[in-house]
């Protein structure tokens, strides 16, 4: 019978606290595609990290020893993601990313039972870093966080980028006041920016760089220019590029009936995390319909065929596991009175990662 | 008899100023053994500073302190307590939390030493808690022993306080307004108490109740504004023009 | 014998049964959670230590904690790749012994905790909470932002390290080598403040001006707590590194000093057994309910603040009665 | 670098500063004069941050906003002091410790209840939109000028209220002696909740002035209160004087270490690691700083001691 | 009447220690309350003042039932406390001390000033430096500063210098020829025998007699004071 559960999934994210709605908005994306595909196959057992790696180690714990879960999935930040993910995958259980990528992961640390599917960490840096050349840029100022993402960030920013460096900050984590750093820009003689600076930190960058009056275009991944986040923004965001993997224009059918239903469920646009938390689980989906998961062997080799529709378009997955994907080129426009985002351009086209070559699978 | 007699406490033209107020001007003066060497004066004249330094809680500005004839002017006051100085303070100044017992048994443990062992029950050590008791029982407070300080009234404090400073079994007590508190009864027998403890005990005390001033002191000093304005035995001071001015006003007939 | 004293023996006993149980109906997880509690519990003991009897209000004993953690997540990390933690001027590499890690936690969360100790003790009251929280969010932003050890994103200990004669993979012999440590801490903590140094130590903490008037320096009584203290706190800090598989950042943040404070309030401060209920009742309620509600932090929060208000003394205090004080 | 750039810089320590100063002036009432352990503060200030932007965007004036986000602090403040903080008062620090964090979870959970899990929009207001012009060529933000001036006007208000008037003396009477200032006739329950509420308030202010400039989030608060508790520590704790100083100068050495620290340690090492380790030691500057301070004055730069420093 | 106690009891916890206490001050009066250490004298004092609670009996002040009325009421009403232990604001300078919880009446600054005048000297100091009999006046004058109708001396003359204590006794001289009514505790019976009208003996937290001073005769001394 339909009752009973083949497939259990166990979703490890945050819903409360700081970084609340990233968590929220993969939920919802996931919950979106099991309600669409109609499906009883899956069971999903969803958890709160609280943003704190011990939280998702031990929720790990209760879902493999105690609920047995098949799959893991969920976990949105990068520090999280290395808390539990090395230690499952070895254990025999599948984790699927929707949402960190970090290189430690992608590499050397690879293996058999990890997917990611949303993109490894420096992807949309580096989409940027090539989209800097083709605008014509050759001076760039760079700042991100002192931590390991936001290194990746501008490590994968200078991988593409050809032109000279105007300066390279790090910032403290959870800096809220950047007036030195906007004089430092200032001052530079830089004739672009590009950030990477998630959450609130984005969000108080950008209104004091609009508001210093300084008109040196920025460049940032998605991160900052996304749906959950545009709003609080405003206007100070108005016409930034931005790099990302998916947008809600993008023309493709999966990705229309995605956005359409997303907002009947759900009373808002989707973001960038919603789509993830869509195919995670529509990439699950396929692999459940082609295999049983008593087969480990198959099941792996369904999910690698990733057959599925992904709202991003064409989809698939590198040797290491990681997606090879096209990275858009975003600007910020406003739309009805909603500062959205609109497809410019194309930044890296069937883009992998640097890392897939150390990855010995 | 004195000139043979080795001072127990000597201090040596000591000043200390806070700010605009010159709380100790070149103050000297000394205790022999089996003797009680009264310090008064008024309100603020610098008494309490005085033992605080003698004590080694301030440090002098100048001068030195000389205790059974070694210097120990830079000596921490947990030094100098080692080596036989008790005081008591002019505010009780106990664990309040704990019983009169405990307080006093801390003290004969500091006393004993050994407050880096880290396994033998305390509360069990039949030596401190018989030492502690007898040293409750010589100020009348063994019925009070398992009575927390905290519950214990402001006289009561004042008792503990002193039987603490015994405990020490110090060479010389510093004892600053012992009487403050007590009732005319607990006063006369503190009196008492003193005047039998001094002939094994030293006594420095300070103490604004001139009964009982008059009758222990073998000396006398007087200090006013910082300054020792006079110093002898109780007779010379109570017949003293200026020591009636400063401190025991005209109209008393302190006797 | 006293009511605190049946609560703690309850607890004490009600622990190893439970995992016991857990463990013949194969609830790993359970065991896990069990083992949890005693770790934090652990540390809990160990701020309590300073915290509850010496007065040493630290907000920054996550810097123990992590330390003990990152010995035993570099010494397993160069264990596992065979590398070299230093080469200059000595070679020295990693090792998978818990014994040798604990013994070097513990001996480097002293050395810290001498330094950290003599400058901050100089301090009191406020003053000393915000001074050791410098000290910890130093160690945390260093931790943070330095790359050889995963920085933000921490280090894995991918096997366990090893214990003559454990199999410490299995989670009851796991649990079973924690609890015993965790008696052997409590018995020691018991000892020590029943004895003469325990005596300065409640002593100083009360009224440290008297301490000195009898004799007894307090800043070498309280240095010395604090010392042990962070010693207890680094060896539960490993062995939370060994149950996660992982250490990171967040082992060191300011977060981490608020809940081993808060196990220790929560218990009841000054209480043996404490901290250990604290943290017992903390794990259970961040566990369970958050499976009941996405706004389980909420609730957590009026739990809290429910207890604070009603029960004086904390958990212990509300069943065990008062203190003795003979 | 350039003098001009350099004056900027320092100029920009300054107004961090005097901005830790104004989040800090809050908890430097409540905290420092009367003496109550608020972990809360921060979540006061978060909720300051919330009533403005909801107002701000409802209303379409921020000086409304700053209205709201200052009564709905106050509003807070006086019911967790009423409800929660005036049964701790005869209590051990550690219990307000347990119970303001308690009160953490909720306030941060509540917002996100009320407001959503997205962060909220909140724009300086239009007649501070932009920069001018200063002595030399010097171009600044002119909300950033706002918010020097507000945080002095408070720091002097302030300043004024605890050092000058009879509330200001029985507040820190209550905080001696709280039974005494009874027994002499003053009804000290309600002076607290006033000035926890007034301390509320400022919270408010702050969160509302800095909300505009910042991100208003879940989770603000919390970077706010740890920064507030070091400025008042290095300060001397009931000191207004302190606190401002002690603010000025975590501004100072946070900026300038950000600034100057990396290109410091290109003198003599390669680039990518310089700029490593200066930010590494930048980000923990104020620490180092906040604990060289009290091992050399163990009660702050200014103990309080009377009138002169209060 | 102006104060009017009966069969007053109290606690501490779960300790009681008055067992029931009477007492009466009429306006203009002087009342000594006595007794020996730990007897109830300054727990009765505490209990009429709100500071403690009171369990049983009845306090009532100015005609007003006060045994319920939170402490800041009754002062308001007229109670002036001087405690036992000063109980300085540590944290004031002298002035500030004395006017912080000042009202108005004709006790103002300056008289407080001549009654003491090293308050004035040392106006802009910490309380907390002061010398503990400095502390003592302070509490004298912050006291009189509100102005009460029943001034409450417990032990007020504790730690001074024979002088001022001299000149204490001759405000309260004055002050009981102005009509000031006063409840006092005092060790040094000779002064309070001197200027009180009434006294009230306490013993085991029970009033075990009381009349006027001329009938307290050296062998009721000897019975419960010890002297
Ligand atoms: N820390 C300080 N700062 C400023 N002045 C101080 C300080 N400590 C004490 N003083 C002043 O020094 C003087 C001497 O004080 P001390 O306590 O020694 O007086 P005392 O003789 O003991 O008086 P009493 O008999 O009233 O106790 C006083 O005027 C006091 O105000
Ligand atoms: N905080 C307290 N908790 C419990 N018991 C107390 C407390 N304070 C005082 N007591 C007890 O109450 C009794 C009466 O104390 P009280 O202070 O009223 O005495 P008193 O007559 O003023 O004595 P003294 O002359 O020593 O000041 C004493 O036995 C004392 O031990
Ligand atoms: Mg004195
Ligand atoms: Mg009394």
Redesign the interface.
């Known amino acids: 019978t339909t009752a009973q559960a083949e497939l259990k999934v166990g979703m490890i994210t945050t819903l ?3 970084g ?2 990233l968590g ?1 908005d993969v939920r919802d994306g996931f919950q979106l595609a099991l309600k669409m595909a109609g499906d009883q196959q899956i069971e999903l057992l969803i958890e709160d990290d609280a943003r704190k790696p011990e939280n998702a180690v031990k929720i790990a714990d209760k879902f493999i020893s105690s609920d047995k879960v098949d799959v893991l999935t969920g976990i949105i930040w990068s520090n999280l993601a290395m808390a539990v993910v090395p230690k499952a995958v070895r254990g025999g259980t599948f984790y699927i990313s929707p949402n960190a990528g970090p290189s430690a992961l992608a590499g050397k640390g690879c293996h058999e039972n990890y997917f990611n599917a949303a993109w490894q960490n420096d992807n949309l840096h580096e989409a940027m870093g090539n989209y800097a050349n083709e605008a014509g840029y050759t001076k760039s100022f760079i700042l991100a966080p ?1 931590y390991p993402a936001g ?1 990746d960030a501008l490590t994968g920013y200078k991988r593409f980028y050809k032109g000279e460096s105007a300066g ?7 800096q ?2 950047y ?3 906007i ?2 820009i200032k ?1 530079s003689g830089a004739d672009s920016v590009f950030f990477f600076l998630p ?3 984005g ?2 960058f950008m ?2 760089y609009a ?3 300084i008109d040196i275009p920025v460049l940032g991944p998605a991160f900052s220019f996304d749906q ?2 545009l ?4 206007d100070a965001a108005l016409g930034v590029k931005n790099s990302s993997q998916w947008s809600k224009d993008l023309t493709n059918p999966a990705n229309k009936a995605f956005v359409e239903a997303f907002v009947e469920e759900y009373d808002r646009l989707p973001s960038l995390y919603a789509s993830q938390g869509f195919d995670t689980a529509n990439l699950i989906l396929s692999a459940a319909a082609k295999a049983d998961i008593s087969d480990k062997a198959a099941f792996r080799e369904a999910l690698r065929a990733a057959d599925f529709e992904s709202v991003r378009g064409d989809f698939k997955f590198g040797p290491n596991q990681h997606p090879i994907q096209n990275i858009y080129v975003r600007e910020v426009i406003k739309e009805n009175g909603v500062l959205t985002n609109k497809i410019v351009s194309i930044g890296l086209e069937n883009h992998g990662d640097a890392y897939a070559v150390d990855c010995k699978m | 008899m004195t000139d043979a007699m080795e001072p127990i406490l000597q201090i040596n033209h000591l000043s200390k100023r806070f700010g605009a107020v010159q709380a100790s001007d070149d103050v000297s003066l000394t205790v022999l053994p089996g003797r009680l060497h009264a310090l008064i004066g008024p309100n603020g004249a610098g008494k309490s500073t005085l033992i605080s330094q003698i004590s080694g809680f301030l440090m002098p500005d100048a001068g030195q302190i000389f205790l059974k004839g070694r210097d120990v002017t830079h000596l921490s006051a947990e030094r100098r307590v080692h080596m036989g100085l008790g005081r008591s303070f002019q505010v009780s100044n106990l664990l309040l939390e704990w019983s009169a017992r405990r307080n006093v048994m801390l003290a004969v443990q500091a006393r004993r030493g050994g407050s880096f062992r880290f396994f033998k029950n305390v509360w069990k050590d039949a030596e401190l808690r018989a030492a502690a008791e007898a040293a409750l029982q010589k100020v009348g407070l063994q019925d009070r022993a398992d009575i927390r300080a905290m519950e214990l009234s402001h006289g009561e404090r004042r008792q503990l306080e002193f039987a603490c400073a015994l405990a020490l079994e110090p060479a010389i007590l510093v004892l600053d307004e012992p009487m403050a508190g007590l009732g005319p009864e607990g006063t006369a027998e503190m009196t008492a108490f003193l005047e039998e403890l001094k002939h094994s005990i030293p006594i420095l005390l300070v103490e604004h109740d001139m009964d009982a001033v008059f009758r222990l002191a073998d000396e006398i000093s007087v200090l006013v504004y910082g300054r020792i304005i006079a110093s002898g035995p109780p007779e010379t001071i109570r017949q003293s023009v200026a020591v009636q001015e400063a401190y025991l006003g005209s109209s008393s007939d302190a006797a | 014998m006293t009511r605190e004293f049946w609560v703690s023996v309850v607890v004490l006993v009600g622990l190893p049964v439970a995992a016991f149980i857990a463990h013949i109906t194969g609830e790993t997880y359970i065991i896990n959670l069990l083992t949890r509690m005693i770790v934090l519990g652990l540390a809990g003991i160990g701020l309590n230590f300073a ?1 509850g009897y010496g007065g040493m ?1 630290s907000f920054g004993h996550a810097a123990f904690f992590g330390l003990g953690a990152y010995v035993a997540g570099i010494a397993a990390f160069h264990a596992f790749d065979d590398s070299l933690i230093v080469s200059m001027p000595f070679e020295l590499g990693g090792t998978n012994q818990m014994l040798l890690i604990w013994l070097i936690a513990i001996f480097l969360a002293a050395v810290l905790a001498f330094l950290i100790g003599l ?2 003790l ?3 009251g ?2 000393f909470i ?2 050791t ?3 910890a ?2 160690l945390y ?2 931790a ?4 050889a050890y995963g920085g933000e994103d921490g280090l894995s200990i991918y096997l366990r390290n090893e214990f003559p004669g454990v199999q410490t993979d299995k989670a009851f012999s796991f649990f079973l080598l924690c609890f015993a440590i965790l008696l052997l801490v409590l018995l020691l903590c018991w000892r020590f403040i029943n004895a003469r140094f325990g005596a300065a130590l409640q002593g100083a903490r009360m009224n440290a001006l008297r301490l000195s008037s009898i004799g007894i320096a307090p800043f070498p009584v309280k240095l010395t707590a604090f010392v042990i203290s962070a010693m207890i706190v680094a060896l539960a800090g490993a062995l939370y590194g060994e149950l996660n598989g992982f250490v990171s950042p967040s082992n060191l943040s ?1 977060h981490m000093s ?1 809940e081993l ?2 196990f ?3 218990g009841g ?1 000054g209480r043996l057994v404490g901290p250990l209920i604290g943290a017992i009742v903390f794990v259970l309620l961040e566990t369970y309910l958050g499976g009941l509600t996405d ?1 389980w ?2 609730f ?6 429910a ?3 009603f029960a ?1 003394g904390g958990i212990m205090g509300l069943i065990g009665g008062r203190t003795r004080h003979d | 670098m ?1 003098t001009l ?1 350099i004056a ?2 320092v100029l ?2 300054l ?2 500063g005097v ?1 830790l100063f104004l989040m800090a002036a809050g908890l430097t009432l409540v ?1 420092g004069v009367m003496g109550l ?1 608020n972990l809360a503060h921060g979540s006061l200030y978060m909720i300051g941050a919330f009533c403005c932007a909801f107002v701000s965007v409802e209303t379409g004036s921020f000086l409304l906003g700053l209205v709201a986000g200052m009564a709905g602090a106050a509003i807070a403040g006086a019911v967790l002091e009423v409800v ?1 903080m005036q ?2 008062y005869a ?5 307000q ?3 303001t ?10 917002t ?2 009320v407001f959503g ?5 909140l ?2 207001p239009q007649a501070f ?3 001018v012009e200063l002595v030399g060529g010097l ?1 600044y ?1 002119k ?2 000028l706002l918010i020097i001036f507000v945080g002095l006007v408070v720091a002097l208000g302030l300043y004024w209220l605890i050092a000058r008037t ?1 509330l200001g ?2 507040i ?2 209550g ?3 709280r ?11 309600l002076v607290y909740t006033i000035v926890f509420a007034l301390g509320a308030a400022l919270a408010g202010l702050a969160g509302s002035m ?1 909300g ?9 608060g919390e ?1 706010v209160l ?1 920064l507030a ?2 400025v008042i ?1 290095i300060g001397g ?2 000191s207004i004087k302190g606190a401002l100083i002690g603010a000025v100068l975590v501004g100072l050495v946070d ?1 300038l270490g ?2 100057f620290l ?1 290109s410091f340690f290109q003198l003599f090492m390669n ?1 990518s690691d310089a ?2 380790i200066g ?2 030691l ?3 500057a104020i ?2 700083v ?2 060289i301070v ?2 050399v004055r ?3 730069l200014f103990p ?5 420093s209060a | 009447m102006l104060l009017d106690v009966k069969n007053l009891t109290s606690h501490y916890g779960a300790t009681q220690v008055l067992f029931g206490v009477d007492l009466s001050v009429e306006e203009g009066q002087i009342v000594a309350l006595m007794g020996r250490n730990g007897m109830g004298k300054s727990t009765s004092i505490r209990a009429i ?3 403690n609670p009171v369990s049983s009996g009845q306090v009532s002040f100015v005609g007003t039932d006060i045994s319920d009325l ?3 009421k009754s ?2 009403l007229g ?3 001087v ?1 036992e232990g000063r ?1 300085c ?5 002298v002035s ?2 004395l ?3 000042a ?1 108005s009446g004709p006790w103002t600054l300056e008289k407080i000033h001549a009654l003491f005048p090293i308050l004035k000297e040392r106006a ?3 309380a907390n430096t002061l010398s503990g009999g400095e502390q003592q006046m302070l509490a004298i004058g ?2 009189l500063m ?1 102005n009460p109708r029943l001034l409450i001396l417990d032990e007020a003359t504790e730690g001074l210098a024979p002088v001022i204590r001299n000149q204490i006794w001759a405000a309260l001289k004055t002050l009981k020829d102005q009509g000031q009514a006063i409840l006092l505790v005092d060790k040094s019976l000779r002064e309070v025998m001197e200027i009180a009208q009434r006294c009230c003996i306490l013993e085991k937290g029970q009033s075990v007699w009381s009349g006027p001073v001329s009938e307290l005769t050296p062998d009721l001394q000897q019975r419960f004071l010890g002297v």
Request: aromatic content about 8%.
């Open positions: 409360s606290g700081g609340a709605g929220v002192n290194k390279e900050i790090y910032t403290k984590l959870g809220t006041d007036a030195a750093e004089a430092q001052n959450g609130g930190m969000i108080s209104k004091q508001q210093s009056g959950g986040i709003a609080a923004v405003g | 915290l209000v400058i901050s100089r301090t009191s406020v003053y915000m001074i929280l410098a000290f969010q130093m932003y260093f943070i932002s330095w790359p300011w608020g404070i808060i220790v309030i929560l401060v706004r932090q909420f957590l929060g009026l739990i809290l603040l207890t604070v208000l004086n | 350039s750039l900027e810089q920009n320590g107004q961090l901005t905290f352990i929660v049964r701790l209590r051990d620090h550690l219990d410790v347990l119970a964090f308690a009160l953490i979870l909720i306030a941060s959970e509540g996100r209840w899990d997205v962060p909220l929009f724009d300086v939109a932009g920069t171009t933000s909300y950033r009879r003396m029985r820190r009477a905080e001696s002696d039974e005494m200032i009874a027994a002499l006739g003053v009804n000290i329950r800095v505009a400039l910042s991100s208003v989030q879940v989770g603000m970077p740890i508790f070091v520590v704790i009931g900026t950000r600034v990396p680039s700029t490593t930010s590494s930048a980000s923990m620490y180092v906040m604990a009290l091992a163990p009660q702050g309080a001691t009377g009138t002169s | 003042c709100g500071l939170p402490s800041y002062a308001r109670l002036g406390l405690p109980r604001f540590a944290n004031l300078s500030e001390n006017v912080a919880t009202r802009s100091q910490m912050r006291a509100t």
